[in-house]
């Protein structure tokens, strides 16, 4: 028998990460114990053998465990002749969670299995260890016994029924003294009502809806127990292929049986199962509690669309399905929970769960086995629940960050979603305070700090918390930008204004000294400000670049002195800028070609461009390449319409390797230009 000291084997610190061995030599052989410990990636982190003691008294081992993490334990127990059993001990080690808010932490939930009596005693610890501050359970398939025992000991299938329901009620009552939101799943009937009923065990929602006299006797036990201190319940459960609701069918019938539950129980809540793909249709309201399972094929990056459709006072509530890990490995499903769960608390979704990150075991030896996602989802509820949403932080394309926003400081959950490694990383003045970085299981990392208090920071597709952000200085950062942002590239002075957001409760002065792209102006370079609390602040600022300037995204530097609720060091902030023309889209880009159907010694130009407005457009394409005569083509381009232009130079693979082409397109008449330069390689 092998086990931790912790419930749910899930290891707090300062609590010691100690395995606990008991084993019996009923044979009088003389044996051996190995006992091994590995991470999550297989590596082995610490290891002891040791005689089994033929008395079977208690052992226990303290494996050297420096990390926060998911851990195996694997136990052989050998002979002279070899190994004659084996057995694994999975649990977790994880730091303290911090205090939590309590309105954010009841958005943090979990979907349970039906429990067995004999494990309903350790649910509230497990739970405990998790750190939810939502727990929904399937009571009815709880409170069932198996059919086989109705039929060899009709007293003893009422005994366990009786017994599941203390300790039912004796979990339950563990649960909200913890401060636990517990919610009813009456996801399937007890099989004599399903067979009274004449329906499937599944429709519930049918049953429910019909007069209470014809059900609540099966529900009184419940109701009686538990309906003063439970007040959601959950019609059926949120499967993955629900039917979608063309009409206004479930909104009735989640009317019909709220109007029953309220002669029972008060104030009850009735949520209802709905397909996330079914979308809210204009002509029907929709129940006002929604159960949404979303499954693993939406993208985290679109949960906040199916969250913003809903009117604000539905409540909905979203169970992630996690990533199957034989399929697509375990560092892929953390990436996607983490991913998933940070943009539906940013969109305001009023819960969060995941199904039972823990498997129940059928010996007797230790009741569960937790699975990496708890301690994934205990780091999460930790650093998030203790926070408020802030939004989503604009930082380099190809990344994403939201901010976490809390009473003294804040944090940034932050990844690389699409960006070239070397360009993955932040690097900002993000406050005064130490900044630091924890991984998902809530692990320190090193952290980077310039001679001016920035920080640089990696990002990679594993999200990582930024902790201890100055909250309004990085509001501050993300709300500075350009009216328009787009200029149009056109030979003429451009008045744009500056936009400056004062986050802070306090009175907001300073300056702002731009650093332009070569070839640039701004007027006026230096300029002063001063913003009262909560104001904006818009400062004209004028514009000239050259003919020459590339189409496309710009940034221009905002070196910025600040005066808040203290004085900020001088700090550089992006401000982002993109050069083009409204009416056209414009394309170029270069391959290597052969002209005699034999050596790809040519480079070939393609030059892709499209009409966007209402009028047609006279242009000219170019292409310039040094030693070679400028190419040019004249055309028309009617509204709506594309056209592709190509340009040869011959040989020019290598007459123009490590060197460039400088393509672009004119208006003809007017003084539009569009260019990007091709860097030949």
Avoid at 409 to 435: C, M, Q, T
Avoid at 542 to 551: C, D, P, W, Y
Avoid at 620 to 635: K, R
């Amino acid at each position: 028998m092998t086990s931790t000291r912790s419930p749910g084997n899930i290891v707090i610190e300062p609590e010691p990460a100690y395995i606990d061995l008991r084993m019996r030599d009923l044979a009088g052989e003389k044996l051996t114990s190995e006992m091994r410990v590995f991470d999550i990636a297989g590596n082995q982190i610490d290891a002891t053998t040791n005689p089994v003691d033929p008395d079977g008294r208690l052992s226990s081992w303290k494996p050297a465990i420096e990390r926060y993490g998911w851990y195996r334990a694997s136990l052989r127990v050998a002979n002279q002749e070899g190994i004659i059993a084996q057995q694994t001990l999975d649990f977790v080690y994880s730091p303290p969670m911090r205090p939590l808010d309590g309105e954010e932490a009841l958005r943090f939930g979990l979907v349970l299995e039906p429990t067995g009596a004999d494990k309903l005693p350790e649910l509230p610890g497990t739970v405990r260890g998790v750190g939810v501050g939502s727990v929904s359970l399937p009571v009815w398939g709880m409170l069932e016994p198996p059919l086989e025992l109705l039929v060899e000991d009709p007293d003893a299938y009422q005994e366990l029924v009786d017994l599941t329901q203390d300790r039912l009620a004796d979990a339950l009552e563990d649960l909200l003294m913890d401060n636990r939101d517990v919610g009813f799943i009456l996801q399937e009937m007890p099989r004599d009502v399903a067979r009274d009923q004449r329906l499937d065990a599944h429709q519930t929602a049918e049953l429910l809806a019909r007069p209470a006299e014809e059900w609540e006797r099966h529900l009184f036990p419940l109701l009686t127990r538990f309906g003063e201190r439970v007040l959601r319940w959950q019609i059926g459960a949120a499967q993955r292929d629900n039917s979608p609701f063309a009409n206004d069918t479930v909104a009735n019938v989640a009317q019909s049986i709220q109007d029953q539950f309220y002669r029972l129980v008060p104030r009850p809540s009735i949520a209802m199962p709905w397909n996330i793909h079914q979308l809210r249709h204009e002509e029907y309201d929709p129940p006002e509690s929604l159960t949404v399972r979303v499954p693993d094929s939406v993208p985290a990056k679109e949960i906040p669309n199916y969250i913003t459709q809903w009117p604000k006072h539905n409540e909905i509530r979203f169970i992630i399905d996690t990533l199957d890990e034989q399929t697509f490995g375990l560092e892929a499903q953390i990436i996607d929970l983490v991913r998933k769960a940070t943009t539906a608390w940013d969109a305001g979704a009023a819960e969060i769960a995941i199904d039972q990150p823990w498997i129940v075991l059928n010996d007797d030896d230790h009741s569960t086995a937790p699975t990496p996602a708890l301690a994934v989802w205990r780091t999460l509820i930790s650093e998030l629940a203790a926070r408020h949403p802030g939004g989503e932080i604009d930082i380099e394309d190809g990344m994403r960050a939201y901010l976490a926003a809390g009473e003294r400081h804040g944090a940034l959950v932050a990844w690389n979603e699409r960006a070239k490694p070397e360009d993955a990383y932040i690097h900002a003045f993000l406050g005064s305070e130490p900044i630091k970085i924890r991984d998902v299981f809530g692990n320190a990392q090193p952290t980077q700090v310039d001679q001016y208090g920035a920080v640089m920071i990696p990002l990679q597709q594993m999200p990582v918390y930024i902790e201890n952000v100055d909250v309004p200085l990085v509001k501050f950062r993300n709300t500075i930008r350009f009216e328009p942002e787009m200029l149009q590239a056109r030979a003429q002075r451009h008045n744009v204004d500056l936009i400056v957001e004062n986050p802070w409760d306090t009175m907001l002065t300073g300056s702002i000294r731009f650093n332009a792209p070569e070839g640039w102006d701004l007027y006026p370079r230096l300029t002063a400000f001063s913003i009262p609390a909560g104001g904006t602040q818009r400062i004209p600022v004028s514009i000239i670049f050259g003919l020459n300037a590339e189409a496309g995204e710009h940034v221009i530097t905002a070196e910025t002195k600040l005066t808040a609720d203290k004085v900020y060091p001088p700090m550089t902030i992006p401000v982002d800028t993109e050069l083009g023309l409204e009416e056209l889209r414009f394309f170029s880009s270069f391959r290597y070609a052969s002209t005699d159907g034999q050596n790809m010694s040519d480079v070939a130009v393609t030059i892709l461009l499209t009409n966007v407005s209402d009028q047609p457009l006279s242009l000219e394409t170019f292409a310039y390449a040094p030693d070679y005569p400028g190419q040019s083509n004249f055309l028309s381009l009617a509204p709506g319409e594309s056209i592709t232009n190509q340009f040869i130079f011959e040989g020019g693979a290598d007459r123009l390797s490590g060197s460039s082409i400088r393509t672009g397109v004119r208006e003809r008449p007017g003084t539009g230009r569009l260019n990007r330069t091709l860097e030949i390689r």
